[in-house]
């Protein structure tokens, strides 16, 4: 997905995309395709599924950094160095690019000395994914309460069905690689079970 394909099926929603400045990004040896998208329309500040991304901001937590310089590694540090993190997971794991590996996208496990998990292949089938789960939401909540919690029972089979094909069909090591959204869809298809078994 392209940068302006990106903010043009963004711009109906609540949370604005935050671009980055070109002055943070030179400090990153960034391919041109991240840096660019980043520098043009960023990302959300948050979004779901339960994810924050970063302001342009100088502030190590909030801004985009190397994920040396908000923890300290010691003799490790250049096992780390090619991390940038650009944003976080709901349980404080970071998300990041990989440098090393063609600006991959990781999660990277803070419980278990920051183990990197699969996210995404790039920046654009990130954004892809955000907006495939975003419409995945929006159709399963048209037309229902909005007090409903649509993760744990709300989506019929052939919805969630949809989302791991769509999904599957921009990124398939996204949904057949241990990682962030294999692991969410798993998550909500537990949920979905356990609150009808329940019932």
């Not at 090393?100 to 954004?127: P, Q, R």
């Not at 089979?157 to 798993?186: P, R």
């Amino acid at each position: 997905m392209t940068p302006q394909a990106f903010q043009n099926s963004w711009i109906s929603t609540d949370e604005p995309l935050s671009p980055i400045s070109k002055a943070r990004l030179d400090k990153f040896n960034l391919l041109k395709e991240t840096f660019d998208f980043l520098n043009i329309v960023g990302l959300p500040a948050y979004c779901e599924p339960n994810l924050s991304f970063s302001n342009d901001t100088d502030d190590i937590v909030y801004g985009i950094n190397k994920l040396t310089d908000q923890y300290d590694f010691e003799d490790d540090e250049p096992n780390y160095d090619k991390y940038i993190v650009i944003g976080s997971c709901r349980d404080g794991d970071a998300i990041a690019i990989d440098t090393s590996e063609n600006d991959k996208i990781v999660e990277l496990d803070h419980g278990d000395l920051f183990k990197s998990m699969y996210f995404n292949s790039s920046i654009e089938t990130l954004a892809d994914c955000l907006i495939i789960y975003r419409d995945f939401e929006l159709e399963v909540l048209k037309d229902k309460n909005e007090s409903d919690n649509f993760q744990c029972y709300n989506f019929t089979d052939e919805q969630f069905e949809q989302l791991k094909s769509k999904m599957y069909s921009i990124d398939s090591d996204a949904i057949t690689t241990e990682g962030f959204w294999k692991n969410e869809l798993d998550i909500m298809l537990s949920a979905k079970k356990e609150y009808f078994s329940n019932r």
